[in-house]
């Protein structure tokens, strides 16, 4: 028998200073009354009542555990409401990471919207391009880019996410617009590396990929610069086209070599559990879902050149 249930036998014997009235408050036989009861004095190692054949009372002992306990089990039927309420309406604090490039899409709007539709939720949002061990640094959710590999996390696709080769139409009337990837050698390359390791770009030709080794103009270990330098006319950049959807549209960048690109880049959510998440979790999930496979949402893949 767990500790709260026999000591809410014992606060009802108590109240009602009778075995038999508490068992019928509580449903239970008289028998198993005195047994939680006897449990506990066994636990305790003292004598909690006074028992005659006519009266029950405390003895000082068991005024103690009457007087200390009732804020206890207070406080734990509090704390179960709680937590109750945590699995059934979205509220409390999530932790969520994600790399910094998708802090320069809607990713933020996407979650403030969903903080504004459920005003009851904090959160605490973790920018870096680093992988964190989910349990480890305490993460409810992890939003991360990338064909994934498998481990031993849940992975939920959210979007595809489209990359594009783009340039201002300045810099393709200077220096040609590319007909194969393989011409990008002779460009200015404008290029984002957060490892510090070689830069690659890689493409589809004739179903096989093509990975090229080249040489940046610039290289910063952050994408948010890219596309206002490739906005100057100083070079070529590839990144996800939620980055530069706005230069896009406003003619300050045009694409190139659309066929050779591969479409195998996704938004994915991660969590370490499929069951017993909280409301705030589940919630987000869904909203995230829905909202980025939504047609003219800043992920969709419906928008075109």
Known sequence: MDSLDLIQTFREVARRNSFSAAARALDMSPANVSKYVAQLEARFGVRLFHRTTRKVSLTDAGQLLYDRSGPVLELVQMTASELQERATRPSGRLTVTAPHALAHTGLSTLLGQYLTLYPEVSLNLRLTSRTLDL????????????????????????????????????YWHTHGVPQNPRELAAHRILNANHGGEPTRWQFNERGKTLELALQPYVDVNDVAPLPALAAMDLGVIYVARPLVQRQIDAGELVGALEPFIPQDLWIYAVYTQRRHNSAALTALLAFMESEMARPGSVFSTTTTY
């Open 135 to 170: 349990v480890e640094e305490g993460v409810d959710l992890a939003i991360r880019v990338g064909p994934f590999p498998d481990q031993n996390v849940i992975v939920r696709r959210l979007a595809q996410l489209e990359r594009v080769v783009v340039a201002s139409p300045a």
